[in-house]
T-cell receptor, first 112, second 114 residues
Framework: DQQVKQNSPSLSVQEGRISILNCDYT??????FLWYKKYPAEGPTFLIS?????DKNEDGRFTVFLNKSAKHLSLHIVPSQPGDSAVYFC???????????FGAGTRLFVKA | DTAVSQTPKYLVTQMGNDKSIKCEQN?????MYWYKQDSKKFLKIMFS???????INETVPNRFSPKSPDKAHLNLHINSLELGDSAVYFC?????????????FGPGTRLTVT
């Protein structure tokens, strides 16, 4: 029962171009969404988040968009840099359950 | 100055053994977690403690027992290890139990059961 789905296991992008990572969820009770970035042999690190009452949140090169009616969110990275190459996890939280549900991750390759 | 540390980083052991993984955070956070990342790469919550109180206890075999001696430490003890326990285990902490607080993860412990 995957409540948070990242259907693209990997994505390859040229340096300087836009990277778009997608995430779908099934539980309409989720009220907070987060993106984490993970390098090999390290733990995930927090990147950006968005509350369910918003549809966009921006932080430097990173923007997260939320479409509640479609139960879909996306992470945009502009411009992409080789150092962005990592696995990106989408995560969702339901305040009532105190539990964060993670997707399976998308591996991003940014080619120089 | 590691925020969330785990020991050991690698653990290779035989079936049937008992092992422990230790976790410490120096961030002053109230909430700590244990996650398991299996071969399919999903990060699945196992346990969570808030101020030494167990608040999340997922469907995990009772061979797994967390212990929080204080709010800066959350250890994981595993009895009678099985092949299927092989995974990477991540400890994490957050300022509070609320979802708007990001979690800080340790580097992970790769457990291999042979």
């Amino acid at each position: 029962d995957q409540q948070v789905k990242q259907n693209s296991p990997s994505l390859s992008v040229q340096e300087g171009r836009i990277s778009i990572l997608n995430c779908d969820y099934t539980n309409s009770m989720f009220d907070y969404f987060l993106w984490y970035k993970k390098y090999p042999a390290e733990g995930p690190t927090f990147l950006i988040s968005i509350s369910s009452i918003k549809d966009k949140n921006e932080d430097g090169r990173f923007t997260v968009f939320l479409n509640k009616s479609a139960k879909h969110l996306s992470l945009h990275i502009v411009p992409s840099q080789p150092g962005d190459s990592a696995v990106y996890f989408c995560a969702a939280f339901n305040t009532g359950g105190f539990k964060t549900i993670f997707g399976a991750g998308t591996r991003l390759f940014v080619k120089a | 100055d590691t925020a969330v540390s785990q020991t050991p980083k690698y653990l290779v052991t035989q079936m049937g053994n008992d092992k422990s993984i230790k976790c410490e955070q120096n961030l002053g956070h109230d909430t700590m977690y244990w996650y398991k990342q299996d071969s399919k790469k999903f990060l699945k919550i196992m346990f969570s403690y808030n101020n030494k109180e167990l608040i999340i206890n997922e469907t995990v075999p009772n061979r797994f027992s967390p212990k929080s001696p204080d709010k800066a430490h959350l250890n994981l003890h595993i009895n009678s290890l099985e092949l299927g326990d092989s995974a990477v285990y991540f400890c994490a902490s957050s300022r509070d139990r609320g979802g708007n607080y990001e979690q800080y993860f340790g580097p992970g412990t790769r457990l291999t059961v042979t």
